[in-house]
Nanobody, 121 residues
Framework: QVQLVESGGGLVRPGGSLMLSCAAS????????MNWVRQVPRKGLEWVSA????????LYTDSVKGRFTISRDNEKNTLYLHMNNLRPDDTAVYYC??????????????RGQGTPVTVSS
């Protein structure tokens, strides 16, 4: 059974940094692309970033390019999102998702419980 457990969210001031983690289990982590998506209350899910199975390709939505970095440690079965220069509009619940393919882009079918990020002064 696929399990994804996010952690690392919290309250941070504008311009601050956070690192999110996603511990994965129940599948061969190194064989699948992974994503971070986020959701603002009463709005839909927004895709944030994706990484291929071996970490060779990383993709970002335009609003986070140059500020966020996605990475993975396949030895530890863990996905990361390093977030720098955070802005109030980054406030959301962040989820990691398991892709259905080894590529960075592609469909995904599993999602964790999420970790909330609040950017406010």
């Amino acid at each position: 059974q696929v399990q994804l457990v996010e952690s690392g969210g919290g309250l941070v001031r504008p311009g601050g940094s956070l690192m999110l983690s996603c511990a994965a289990s129940g599948f061969t982590f190194s064989e699948y692309g992974m994503n971070w998506v986020r959701q603002v209350p009463r709005k839909g899910l927004e895709w944030v970033s994706a990484i291929s199975s071996l970490g060779r390709e990383a993709l970002y939505t335009d609003s986070v390019k140059g500020r966020f970095t996605i990475s993975r440690d396949n030895e530890k079965n863990t996905l990361y999102l390093h977030m720098n220069n955070l802005r109030p509009d980054d406030t959301a619940v962040y989820y990691c998702t398991k892709g259905d393919l080894p590529t960075a882009l592609g469909p995904w079918s599993s999602r964790g419980q999420g970790t909330p990020v609040t950017v406010s002064s």
